[in-house]
């Protein structure tokens, strides 16, 4: 994807708005002292022009709404605006108006997202590839791709960028089912100062959810700007057991060294410590689904993300871009839970024999060099990106169990993992018919290195991953509405720390996607059809009973996807929206279950949202559907006397928002939201979340959302 900006201003620094931040240590000392500088900068009015042509080398550009017009693959963007109109409780909740993502959400804070995307695994979000402002956001993009931190607030967030297709070249590895991007709020151009307080009241909950946010940012001068966040949720959800207490400070800098050389910067801080109320045994749910049987169970987990990206703009070809990322992150988590070591070991209605805890500790480090060039020719342009990877991986993975009658402690795992990863990829854009139609070759090679050393057992294994990973994506745009499209790429994803030292050495997991769709865009209308396939084999998946991972071999998942918006001529009032999707997930490997659903995967979806703006209201009534899942490869129908197996019914959920502009004029705005979340309070539950996956996972029931934003 290549842009061109010909008056380029200093304080909208190219379209680069791919934000970064600079770590914040006091956050109220840091507003009283920067929004002291906001008049001198709003002051400052001198501007530069540059004549010049700004390349990037992105595949999916800056995750603005404009880039999903002509991208050869299904996609999706929420705003913020979206996300606040559809009463999401969190970013996973708000997920769930997306085409082909289901979400089992186990928290209501959005602390830990289990993801879903085209019928892949949902928990810990581990077949899901999420980045922030492009850079890798999961604990270790190779060795443990779970998201068991999740450094990310709704609040800090401008927009998501879901990408089902045609980026595995660029993004690899684990995109199987594509790249989900997460972007923070811009820099303002004048400066600006944000509060905002979300209080979120569970009806059956005892104490509500408080949501503080605060940022101030800007230009300080005509080259240098700078954002700090801070962000912090305490409280509880609807459930007991369930406290709930997490802050997340960033800060971004934007440096413009010269008329051609950009650098930015971000830094982040965020620590959260939850309690986890866990599944219930249907009898209990019966009784009361707000409960909590797991009284041991809770989650603390902190991570310090940094990174710097240098881009420099090239008087080579007829455009071109150097840019050269780093990123790093030191992060730390450790879940406990309760553990029967008779039986099954997560069955809710026995009492817990031990606690475990599995503490966890990630050094991550990578550079990604990427060079983007433009070339014109009369009747072909070609965008070449040219890319490489290197990332270290320091895993130090450990379990303890303890007694709780004799309080003795044993060491079942003590296992540590070093990665070293290399990755090229190359990409052309090929434009012909005067860019009607585009192809897009690309090839991307992986080779990884992981060493697993058991320190209990004093034993070491080497395993190495090295795969040719090959795209093509094909787009022609039929009219100026109307594009279609087709691509084909293989994906990979390798082995796990916990996947190779219990029973040796894993292959990687593999799939082929292939897309044919077609979209169009007129003003605020559009509207997407997408044909899938994911033809996955060497399907990895943990077997509690016997406590080992296992090949379980060939999965297929194809299906449509339907999404679109419409707003009336006649009515501008009114926008309508909604999505469907038809999911077919099914095991192909030879034996007993060859033919069967996929377990947690649902083969219906619709999504749906209508607003209404009338005098200063602007009202919103949205929801979702999913139809029922099986909680086993057997498909097993009825449910047994734990809730280990049985069918997991259909849900609908609607929710209603009613937003309004209390005040504004040029330089400041209050905004209020007023939201009904699960409005007419829909029973519904999951089943096989993480640590606690035997039993009925209770849904959100009906919450009520107060939201006032002051910008000024």
């Known amino acids: ?150 450094p990310a607030t709704m609040a800090t967030i401008d927009r998501i960028d879901i990408v089902r297709g045609g980026a595995a070249v660029q993004y690899g590895p684990n995109n199987v089912g594509g790249v989900i991007n997460l972007v923070t709020k811009p820099i303002p151009h004048q400066w600006q100062t944000e509060i905002s307080n979300r209080l979120t009241v569970f009806e059956d909950g005892d104490t509500p959810l408080n949501d503080v946010y605060l940022r101030t940012g800007g230009w300080l001068s005509d080259t240098l700007a700078l954002q ?73 987990g902190e991570s310090t993300r940094w990174s710097l990206k240098y881009l420099h703009d090239l008087a080579i070809a007829d455009g071109a871009e150097l840019e050269i990322l780093t ?159 087709t691509n084909a790429q293989k994906s990979l994803r390798v082995p796990q720390i916990s996947d190779v030292p219990t029973d040796g050495e894993k292959s990687s997991e593999l799939a082929w996607n292939y897309e044919l769709g077609a979209r169009y865009t007129q003003d605020s209308t559009t509207f997407n059809i997408a044909l899938y396939r994911i033809d996955f084999k060497d399907k990895l998946q943990w077997n509690p009973t016997t406590q080992l991972t296992e090949n379980i071999g060939k999965t297929l998942h194809q299906g449509v996807e339907l999404s679109g918006r419409y707003v009336l001529e006649s009515l501008p009032a009114l926008s309508i929206g909604g999505g469907y999707t038809y999911l077919d997930a099914t095991l192909e490997e030879d034996g007993p279950n060859k033919g069967n659903q996929l377990k947690y995967t649902s083969k219906h979806q619709l999504n749906w949202d209508a607003t209404y703006t009338f005098s200063k209201l602007e009202t919103t009534l949205s929801g979702y559907y999913f139809s029922d899942a099986y909680s086993d490869d057997a498909n097993t129908v009825e449910e047994d006397s734990i809730g280990k197996a049985g069918k997991i019914p259909a849900y609908m959920v609607w929710n209603f928002n009613i937003g309004s502009d209390l005040y504004k004029d040029e330089s400041s705005k209050l905004r209020m939201n007023l939201s009904v979340n699960n409005l007419f309070d829909e029973d519904y539950y999951f089943r096989g979340i993480d640590t606690s996956d035997i039993g009925r996972y209770p849904a959100p029931g009906r919450s009520y959302i107060l939201d006032l934003n002051y910008q000024f």
């Open 228 to 300: 700090v966040e801070g962000n912090f949720l305490t409280g509880e959800s609807f459930r007991e057991h369930s406290d709930t207490d997490v802050t997340n400070f960033q800060a971004k800098l934007q440096w413009l060294l010269s008329d051609t050389q950009e650098l930015q910067a971000f830094v982040q801080r965020y620590d959260a410590d939850t309690q986890m109320p866990g599944a219930l045994a249907p009898a209990d749910y019966d009784d009361d689904r707000t409960q909590s049987k797991r009284p041991y169970d809770e989650y603390q």
């Open 327 to 485: 990123f790093g992150h030191h992060s730390d988590r450790v879940f406990q839970w309760g553990y029967n070591v008779t039986g099954d070991w997560a069955d809710p209605s026995r009492p817990s024999t031990h606690i475990r805890r599995s503490p966890r500790q990630f050094e991550v480090y990578g550079i990604e060099p990427k060079l983007a060039v433009h070339v014109a020719g009369p009747s072909v342009t070609q965008n070449w990106i040219f890319g490489a990877r290197y990332v270290n991986e320091d895993i130090d993975y450990k379990l303890t169990q303890t007694s709780i009658a004799e309080g003795s402690t044993t060491v079942p795992r003590d296992w540590h993992s070093d990665t070293d990863a290399y990755a090229g990829y190359v990409s052309n854009e090929i434009g012909l018919f005067s860019d009607r139609f585009k192809v897009t070759p690309g090839i991307r090679y992986e080779s990884v290195n992981m060493t697993f050393d058991d320190l209990g057992k004093d034993t070491s294994k080497d395993n190495k991953v090295t795969e040719w990973l090959p795209g093509l994506t094909l787009a022609y745009n039929l009219t100026e509405q109307w594009v279609a499209y």
């Open 1 to 150: 994807m290549f842009h061109q900006n010909l008056d380029r201003k200093p304080h909208i620094p190219a379209p680069k708005q791919t934000q970064r931040t600079l770590h914040l240590s006091v956050l109220a000392t840091a507003i009283a002292s920067v929004t002291s500088m906001s008049a001198i900068a709003a002051n400052d009015t001198q501007t530069t022009t540059m004549e010049t042509l700004v390349v990037t080398g992105s595949l999916i550009g800056h995750s603005e709404l404009e880039d999903v017009k002509e991208y050869p693959g299904a996609r999706n963007i929420l705003t913020q605006d979206q996300i606040k109109k559809t009463s999401a409780l969190s970013i996973d909740s708000a997920l769930q108006s997306v085409p082909g993502v289901k979400v089992q959400d186990e928290t209501g804070t959005g602390v830990l997202p289990n993801i879903s995307v085209r019928g892949l695994k949902a928990s810990r979000s581990g077949y899901a590839q999420f980045l922030m402002d492009g850079v890798p956001l999961t604990l270790a993009p190779y060795g443990h791709t779970g998201q068991s931190i999740f």
